[in-house]
């Protein structure tokens, strides 16, 4: 033997010898701080292939923790592990005489196949504080084996309900059938069959795809995704499926398995289709027994129009096409009607209007101007500022500085031309708003008032 293989051995020995006292006393201090358990709870005596299986993880410390726990995966060759859904439970327990405070996870197993299945030790890293110091355990289980000897030819659940509904979507807009065997459907019309599988002490992913339990002939229904279905031969569409949800619950401690699909079917092709029947049986952990679910098949009938129907809806479409033409023609006609005479109304008005201005007439242009507003349908309250130009059109001018008489009324002449003309604009300005031909504004700010004549008296 090589002398300096010898001597480090020895010098391996030596050191371990001197280590292991302080690693065994590491061990007790953990061990009397806190340590871990696993244990399978309500084991049965005959467990079934795919029965849930319940894991309980305890932790146990005398003091509270600084850094509470992660809990790890935990992986069982032929067996699928859920981890908790929830937070952990804290109770207290008594052993030997000593109070610790528990903290307790729960993992479900589902087996799936027969045969021995090992539980390897759960490892938990963890912070707890004694008299002020902070100690970081690593703390590891003991492990498990448990047994599957009996296989079940039923999926093992508690509790399963199954349910269905029934939508039609008929040009934009959704139905709610009843619940009758048959129904009458048509061309272009899409059903929507919504499909729900819930249960108990099972996994989701466990639950069974509801398209293949169909009951069902070779020519009725096919079970892959899109497949084209037809009922004796008679093509009627296209039918959809589609997984919407699957999910595992929990409700107060009560943990569930949620299966949810769609089916869509459009039919193309008129003929008649039977909607298959779903059945489902299942081993009830709680009462040892089969139970068994099942919906009913549909019977459903896809058709053209009945032609009497159609001649219905046809002669409805086209009376009501009738009386919306000779209704807009009527109005149309009324319309027109209602122009022309108070227009030929209103024009010779207008016409005496101006040349009463022409005149500076006061007296006839008081008098025609409401009468020619009120073909507007002018109210009282916008006429009283227009009344004023009786006023403005007999206030005499007074002018200063003339050199003659002759001087003074050739002044006087002029002003009043450019006053009146400054009024006709404003009575044109003023019915071109009335006629909808300028943006309408504040029928009192149209015209100028006061006066514009500048050297008349207040």
Request: net charge negative.
């Amino acid at each position: 033997m090589n002398p300096l293989i010898s001597l480090w051995s020895l010098f391996l020995a030596l050191l371990m010898s001197l280590g292991s006292p302080f690693v065994f006393a590491a061990a007790e201090q953990d061990q009397s701080l806190a340590f871990v358990r696993i244990a399978l709870l309500d084991e049965p005596e005959d467990a079934l292939l795919g029965q849930e299986r319940i894991l309980s993880v305890k932790l146990y410390s005398k003091t509270w923790l600084r850094k509470a726990p992660r809990y790890p995966e935990i992986e069982i060759d032929g067996a699928l592990t859920v981890r908790p859904l929830s937070f952990a439970n804290h109770s207290q327990e008594q052993i030997n005489g000593v109070e610790y405070i528990v903290q307790e996870q729960q993992y479900r197993i589902y087996p799936q196949r027969l045969g021995a299945f090992y539980i390897p030790p759960v490892v938990l890293k963890l912070t707890i504080s004694v008299a002020g110091e902070e100690h970081r355990l690593s703390l590891q289980s003991d492990d498990l084996i448990f047994t599957v000897k009996e296989s079940a030819p039923a999926i093992v659940a508690r509790n399963l309900q199954l349910e269905e509904n029934y939508q039609l979507l008929r040009q934009g807009e959704s139905i709610d059938l009843p619940e009758e065997q048959e129904w009458e459907l048509q061309l272009g019309d899409i059903l929507i069959r919504r499909l729900s599988l819930r249960a108990e002490k099972i996994s989701a992913v466990l639950l069974p795809n509801l398209h293949l339990l169909n009951r069902h002939s070779d020519n009725s229904l096919g079970s892959s995704e899109g497949r084209q279905f037809s009922q004796q031969s008679n093509e009627l569409g296209a039918l959809y499926t589609e997984l919407s949800r699957l999910e595992d619950l929990e409700n107060r401690g009560e943990v569930s398995a949620i299966r949810e699909e769609v089916w869509r079917y459009e039919f193309s092709s008129a003929g008649q289709l039977e909607i298959p029947a779903i059945a489902l049986s299942y081993w009830d952990s709680d009462l040892a027994e089969f139970q068994y679910r099942e919906l009913a098949a549909k019977t459903i009938h896809v058709g053209q129009l009945v032609p009497w129907r159609l001649l219905a809806t046809l002669m409805l479409v086209l009376s009501i096409s009738v009386l919306l033409y000779y209704s807009a023609a009527a109005r149309s006609l009324l319309k027109k009607l209602k122009r022309q005479h108070p227009a030929s109304s209103e024009k010779s008005v207008y016409d005496e209007l101006l040349g009463a201005l022409n005149q500076n007439a006061a007296q006839e242009v008081s008098r025609i101007m409401p009468l020619w507003l009120q073909h507007y349908g002018v109210d009282s309250e916008v006429l009283e500022p227009y009344i004023h130009l009786r006023g403005f059109l007999s206030m005499p001018y007074e002018l200063q500085g003339a050199a003659s008489e002759n001087d003074e009324g050739a002044e006087r002449t002029k002003i009043e031309y450019i006053e009146l003309e400054k009024i006709r604009n404003e009575i044109r300005s003023l019915r071109s708003i009335l006629q909808g031909h300028k943006k309408k504004q504040k029928l009192d700010k149209n015209i100028c008032l006061p006066p514009l004549n500048p050297y008349s008296k207040s």
